[in-house]
């Protein structure tokens, strides 16, 4: 034995222990001495009575160490926490004997029992920990109450090859040089963490591992990885595989995607047999995910809520789903013999193609029976990386009717955040063009490839492409389809912006995919013959579900700032549309286009009667200027989502009606349809702690219900908690993340992000009402107002575009920031004037505000300016 240093960075050495522990299996007769963390103590000094007991297990090469923060954060929350040294592996006993996987479960048995563990137990595991630990579950189940993974797999597919670093590891001639004799193997796991670990954390990993005979057991692990079929831990692992489809207590799967050993497709495989788990990916974090992310108290509040719920009662993969809906694909039924106009493209180069309700009915059809005959079951994911037109919107509603799961992430995310959407979706299936797949095939995207052209034969076989869209058709010739998908059956998986943090993946069901319809069919007054067109990526396949012609005007649909005047004018000729739906990014374009327009696409505008800015709310000024290109159209900007894309809605007049009062911020309008709206209250930190109330007047986070709010968000288990913390228990309500305030006459007025809000010595301030203080003088086109200095006494920094611009950053002269800092009542320490904003690629209005705070500290503490 090795005494434990008495000074480890986050490790208090009172919770060192040792026992000796009688073996088991080839151990029978002997007796091993253990090192573990217990914080059993602290509890007993507090006088409280442990709810329950989490058995910690490590893996390969790490120590009980890993599990410091758990072992101090579970003694504050009642929970005792057992971590152990597993043998030959950190401060426990040296064995040199040979401890294959079955041993090394009936190890921990020997260590629990010698221990006298017993009753409401929860294992927690990382790496072959977790598979030890669940091995160990399987065989406690009188005492199991629950089991939570880190970054582990327990399934090795025949014919699939293990990572390859654990491959070169595992090799003849490295095994012993790279695990024992050396620290390599040591040294690399360390440097997987995300930020790089701190020196002297680094070394408290190291210290147990000084010289290579304290090494063997690195080297041990290594060589039990089962990597052929014949291993002889093969046969251990493939049961405890099959075992966990048994468990029927709560498991939390908590995951680092960076993870260049256990990658995403382990996570599917333990989905897939513990299909009520409940997980969460941390984006960013890779396979020391107890060092990368707060996992610590994702566990201890997943315990909080979770254990409370009795094992009989666990929620099962989808609720009964016999409510009555319409289904989107209703309107293409009644079509199916309707030959007129149903979907035009006009962001073709070719000759724009027009299909007919008749001819997109059979389409859908046959590509619904054709993908059902080869494999698409309800519930698989396919990703669809196709441009908004014909092709696209037969599939959608191809994928619906058979109830397999849309998968869309805008390509504007860019290569990595659209890769990183993909990845974390998990797709059973990806239809995309040449380009699309070669990215898939180039980026090792998962999910079984189909064509949306025919390929040759040598480029098909290089992008791994198995199908052609006209081969499923073909193989749907007989139009057999499977039982409908039923109401609350997961229907979509829509990725957001981005522009808040990595895009996250939000569900929607097929009752919230109709309600969300409905209520733009009722709010809208859309019919038959209104006719849409469709310049929103998320809008333009809903022509189809609302039973009116639509059509995709001629743009780049991941560029929206690409769209001009003269096209949305051509697509209302060609489609003799009544409503037009435009992201902001692609209005400020038609705007600024406005003068090429012709007599007769001027004529063509006039017969627009609703026009919608959707995705982002824009200015009055804004709005008023695309109003003069459809005069006889009602303007309207609503405010929504992803989460829930339609929340409250208010038109032009109405803006100017509510700006008149002088409240500060965006005036969104009221709910519409059934949809409510609160708010939360920030206290003097900042954070929404108040209850969710309409009292007028309060600053807080907006807090929103509606029929169409989505079902959850896409392996976020802890983002969902944070969306529904505290919120009110009459429904399902959602925590926004913007903040702003209701007014007396119940609109709601949006102020910014809760993550934006400059906490000053005075109080918290949100900055969009400074933000238009300083829009207001003359030659800003757009501002930011950001914090700079530490939390609670922040201090405002303005960040400003203006109209005749700049080529390089520059802090603005005395002469102008005076002007400026007396337009807002709010101190500026400081005014910084940009040649551009940096904003959010799909709507190009939201701000990215964090990024700004960040560049302005920087260009404050002296570094030379560059473009933020």
Request: hydrophobic share 45%; with cysteine; net charge negative.
């Amino acid at each position: 034995m090795v005494t434990l240093p008495t000074s480890l960075p986050g490790l208090d050495a009172r919770y060192s222990h040792t026992l000796a522990v009688p073996g088991r299996g080839a151990d029978r007769g002997r007796t091993r001495t253990w090192h573990y963390l217990d914080n059993a103590a602290e509890l007993a000094d507090r006088d409280v009575e442990p709810v329950g007991t989490i058995l910690a297990v490590h893996g390969n090469p790490t120590w009980s160490y890993l599990w410091r923060t758990i072992v101090a954060a579970g003694a504050e929350r009642s929970w005792r926490v057992v971590a152990v040294d597993q043998l030959d592996m950190g401060y426990s006993e040296r064995t040199t004997a040979h401890r294959p996987l079955r041993q090394r479960i009936d190890d921990l048995s020997a260590f629990t029992e010698a221990l006298e563990l017993s009753g409401r137990i929860v294992t927690l595991g990382h790496d072959w920990g977790g598979v030890i630990s669940l091995g160990w579950a399987l065989e406690h189940r009188a005492d199991l109450a629950g089991v939570a993974l880190l970054n582990t797999a327990v399934h090795q597919p025949e014919g699939v090859a293990i990572p390859a670093p654990l491959r070169l590891a595992g090799a003849r001639g490295v095994l012993a040089a790279g695990t024992a004799t050396t620290t390599a193997f040591l040294d690399v796991t360390l440097a997987l963490a995300h930020p790089p670990l701190e020196s002297a954390v680094a070394e408290a990993y190291r210290a147990p591992y000084d010289d290579a005979s304290r090494r063997r057991g690195i080297r041990e692990f290594v060589a039990d990885i089962p990597a052929a079929t014949d291993h002889e831990s093969r046969g251990t692992l493939d049961a405890i595989a099959d075992g966990i489809t048994t468990l029927d207590v709560p498991a939390l799967l908590l995951w680092g995607p960076r993870d260049p050993i256990f990658s995403d497709r382990y996570l599917a495989d333990l989905i897939e047999r513990m299909p009520h788990a409940d997980v969460h990916r941390f984006e960013g974090a890779g396979h020391l995910i107890a060092e990368d992310a707060a996992y610590a108290s994702a566990v201890l509040n997943w315990l909080g809520e979770t254990l409370h719920t009795p094992t009989e009662q666990l929620p099962t993969a989808a609720a009964d789903g016999d409510e009555p809906f319409v289904p989107l694909w209703d309107q293409l039924e009644k079509h199916r013999d309707d030959s007129s106009l149903a979907v035009t493209d006009m962001s073709v180069s070719t000759e724009p193609p027009q299909v007919s309700w008749a001819t997109l009915s059979q389409r859908v059809r046959q590509l619904a029976s054709g993908l059902h005959h080869l494999g698409v079951r309800r519930g698989d994911r396919v990703s669809l990386l196709v441009q908004p037109g014909p092709t696209l919107t037969a599939v959608v509603y191809a994928c619906l009717r058979i109830g397999a799961v849309v998968v869309v992430a805008d390509a504007g995310l860019g290569v990595a955040g659209l890769s990183r959407a993909i990845r974390g979706a998990r797709p059973d299936v990806i239809v995309g063009d040449a380009r699309a797949l070669s990215a898939a095939r180039a980026l090792c995207w998962p999910g079984t490839r189909i064509s949306t052209a025919r390929l040759p034969r040598a480029a098909a076989a290089l992008l791994g492409v198995e199908h052609a869209l006209r081969d499923v058709a073909d193989a749907g010739r007989d139009e057999q389809l499977p039982p409908e998908p039923r109401a609350h059956d997961d229907a979509a998986v829509l990725f957001t912006s981005g522009s808040t943090g990595p895009a996250k993946g939000v569900v929607y069901t097929h009752a919230q995919l109709a309600a969300m319809r409905d209520i733009i069919a009722q709010h809208f007054d859309v019919t038959a013959d209104t006719g849409l067109v469709t310049g929103f990526a998320p809008f333009a396949l809903l022509g189809p579900a609302l039973g009116t012609r639509s059509v995709t005007p001629d743009m780049d649909i991941s560029a929206p700032r690409t769209l001009t005047a003269r096209a949305v004018a051509a697509a209302v000729r060609a489609s003799d549309s009544r409503i037009v739906f435009l992201s902001p990014a692609a209005i400020l374009n038609v705007v600024a286009t406005a003068g090429e327009l012709t007599a007769s696409d001027r004529s063509a505008l006039d017969d627009v009667h609703t026009f919608l800015s959707t995705g982002a709310p824009i200015s009055e000024r804004l709005l008023a200027s695309t109003a003069e290109l459809m005069p006889n159209a009602t303007p309207h900007t609503p405010y929504g989502m992803t989460e829930c894309l339609l929340v409250t809605d208010i038109t032009l007049d109405g803006i100017r009606d509510a700006t008149a009062r002088a409240d500060r911020g965006v005036c969104v309008g009221v709910p519409i349809g059934g949809n409510s709206v609160l708010i939360s209250a920030l206290d003097d930190e900042g954070n929404a702690t108040g209850a969710a109330s309409a009292q007028p007047g309060v600053l807080g986070e907006i807090v929103i219900s509606a029929p169409h709010l989505k079902q959850r968000y896409d392996r976020l288990w802890l983002t969902d908690r944070t969306a529904t913390r505290d919120v009110p228990a009459d429904g399902r309500w959602h925590r926004t993340g913007d903040i702003g305030h209701l007014d007396a006459d119940g609109r709601l007025w949006v102020e910014g992000r809760l993550q934006h809000v400059i906490v000053t010595s005075d109080g918290p301030i949100a900055p969009v009402g400074p933000e238009q203080d300083l829009e207001r003088v003359d030659d800003v086109r757009r501002a930011a107002v950001v914090g700079v200095g530490p939390h609670g006494l922040r201090q405002a920094v303005a960040v400003v575009e203006t109209v005749a611009g700049v080529r390089s950053p520059r802090i603005v002269d005395t002469a102008r920031a005076e002007r400026l800092r007396a337009a807002t009542p709010l101190p500026l320490v400081a005014v910084f004037e940009v040649p551009r904003l940096p904003t959010d690629i799909r709507h190009n209005s939201k701000i990215d505000r964090s990024r700004l705070s960040a560049w302005a500290e920087r260009m404050l503490s002296g570094q030379r300016l560059e473009t933020p």
